[in-house]
């Protein structure tokens, strides 16, 4: 698999228009554009993925509300069951009668058994239908978890007005209604007059229990609970280590296949704005959103080794671009070989790398909440917006910290502008100017450079010093007569 071959070429058709205009050189154009027209592919993945999500909270949403206004009886097992029953039964009864009048004990016990086993099997049934039911009412279900056809086969069991009960040839009761049939894409196939063919579909009780993932709100609240002791170990000064976050992160998310899709589909821990999915096209993609200071925009080669995806084989080697930087960068990394991995991890075709691959993810954010770092938040603006007001609160949370650590870390600068407007200011008019209405020399921010919490206090005695430097060298009074030199 090389680079998109339709990618491309249409970058070298820029490449070459900006070449002869003289604007960028060819390369560094061709560089450019086919970043630009990846990136557009994969911003069109990620928005067909949230898409798809939309639709699954949409349909349960639509099955709990269904479940919820079922009538008393269809709670219980239909008149099916119950002559399903009766007929078992009576004929065990002539059996019965049989074997008391030939006074054999063996064959009465036997269909004593059989009679328990009736009853047993009639009982379980019903009890599992209302576990099945009670499971959407009670709200308990994972629908970002479920796969398309997982939902849309509750959501025939609980709507379709073909639904009728049956009995295989194993006794086994099952649920069947009449659908649509659909190709390998999902869309409903078409007969020769231009209506949906149609076919049978026959889902157990068992089945359809097994297609319900639960929600993982007590492990959620386990690591809401870690994040609120790795805050607390961060005031107290003596913040917990990325090993023992990993560990602790770890140790909560589950090693099972169906409680992980909650993980990487849901949200246990609510943690805000979250998309497992968005988070690792960004990885692969080197978003700058994600992570700032040094690294910030450039793919974490760890994501692709993690994966099992070494991007210095020279397998791979085809993919670089001719006269780019050494390596692979992002943009020469194929969007369907990035796909193809991280489908791999939502669809958790192994167990070990997909429960790694959250750990790590849910072990940064946490980190960042305890340094109070924004993490990305991957909701759209419909979702956080309040309707009729266009501001967005988390974005101008995000411009005002760093607004504050420009400021803070100009003061090092001594021939930064702001030594201009800081003047003689004490330490306390200092403290408000950079950090606002009741700002104090004592607080702090958190430094993406240094990677540590530094307080303004830091840097007052350097910014005073360096400002009164400025001023000694731009001003030489016995030499120049007290002009200021240029």
């Avoid at 960028?24 to 994969?42: H, I, N, V, W």
Wanted: net charge negative.
């Amino acid at each position: 698999m090389g680079i998109d071959n339709t990618l491309v070429k249409g970058a070298y058709k820029s490449a070459k228009a900006g070449f002869e205009k003289g604007t960028l050189g060819g390369l560094d154009q061709f560089t450019e554009t086919l970043r630009s027209k990846k990136l557009a592919k994969e911003t069109e993945i990620k928005a067909n993925e949230q898409e798809l999500k939309k639709q699954r909270n949409e349909a349960g949403t639509k099955i709990n509300q269904v479940m919820a206004d079922l009538p008393a009886n269809m709670r219980s097992l239909g008149p099916e069951s119950l002559a399903k029953a009766q007929s078992e039964i009576e004929a065990l009864r002539n059996q019965m009668f049989i074997a008391i009048d030939a006074k054999d004990s063996k064959a009465q016990a036997e269909l004593n058994a059989q009679l328990n086993e009736i009853k047993s099997r009639h009982a379980n049934d019903a009890t599992n239908l209302t576990t099945l039911v009670e499971s959407w009412e009670d709200d308990t279900v994972s629908t970002d978890a479920m796969t398309a056809d997982e939902l849309r086969h509750m959501e025939n069991f609980a709507t379709n007005p073909t639904r009728r009960i049956i009995y295989d040839e194993n006794n086994v009761l099952k649920y069947e209604w009449d659908t649509e049939m659909l190709d390998k894409e999902g869309n409903v196939m078409l007969d020769e007059n231009g209506d949906p063919k149609m076919h049978a579909v026959s889902k157990s009780l068992d089945e359809m229990q097994g297609m319900i993932i639960t929600k993982q709100t007590e492990n959620g609240n386990l690591m809401l609970d870690l994040g609120q002791e790795a805050k607390q170990s961060y005031a107290d000064g003596k913040p917990m280590s990325d090993v023992d976050i990993k560990e602790k992160v770890s140790e909560i998310i589950p090693r099972d296949e169906r409680e992980m899709r909650d993980w990487l589909y849901g949200n246990p821990a609510k943690t805000k704005g979250l998309d497992v999915n968005g988070y690792l096209w960004d990885l692969m993609g080197g978003d700058k959103n994600i992570w700032e200071g040094e690294g910030a925009g450039i793919a974490d080669p760890m994501t692709f080794k993690k994966l099992g995806i070494d991007l210095s084989d020279p397998k791979y080697a085809k993919w670089d671009v001719p006269g780019s930087e050494p390596g692979i960068q992002p943009e020469e990394v194929p969007t369907e070989f990035k796909k193809m991995l991280i489908d791999k991890v939502m669809n958790v075709e192994d167990l070990e790398t997909s429960h790694s691959i959250v750990t790590d993810i849910y072990s940064n954010l946490l980190k960042n909440n305890m340094m109070g770092i924004e993490n990305k938040d991957y909701r759209g603006i419909e979702e956080t917006a309040i309707l009729g007001n266009k501001n967005d609160q988390d974005a101008s949370a995000v411009v005002a910290r760093k607004e504050k650590l420009v400021k803070l870390q100009a003061l090092k600068d001594p021939t930064h502008a702001i030594h201009d407007e800081i003047g003689s200011m004490t330490p306390e008019e200092l403290a408000v100017y950079i950090f606002g209405p009741g700002g104090k020399p004592s607080d702090s921010i958190y430094n993406n450079e240094t990677g540590e919490e530094e307080s303004i206090k830091t840097y007052i005695a350097k910014a005073k010093n360096k400002a009164a430097n400025k001023r000694n060298d731009n001003f030489d009074v016995n030499a120049h007569g007290g002009e200021k030199i240029n």
